[in-house]
């Protein structure tokens, strides 16, 4: 794979994550909506789906997360710290 195909496959795939992040913020602010209207199971699959999708990027937020600030707490087994 090149790196322009990396790239093209890359932003396919934040595309993705950004297009179901926002399905799923407008699904959770009418959440009630839906439900009033009968449709509170379709709208159960809807959100389950796309936090399924969703479940790699936050992975790896969270992972990206907790790795920087490990980096911004210094070890007990560093020199210089008591």
Known sequence: MTLQEAIKRNQARQARFKKYERV????????????????????DR???????????????QRHAAEDRKLQQTPSAFEPGCR
């Not at 799923?24 to 379709?42: P, S, T, V």
Request: proline fraction near 3%; charge should be positive; glycine fraction near 6%.
């Open 24 to 43: 799923l913020r407008r699904l959770r602010q009418r959440i009630f909506d839906y439900e009033d209207a009968g449709k509170g199971e379709k709208a």
């Open 46 to 60: 809807i959100l389950k789906r796309c936090q399924t999708i969703l479940a790699p990027l936050w992975e790896a």
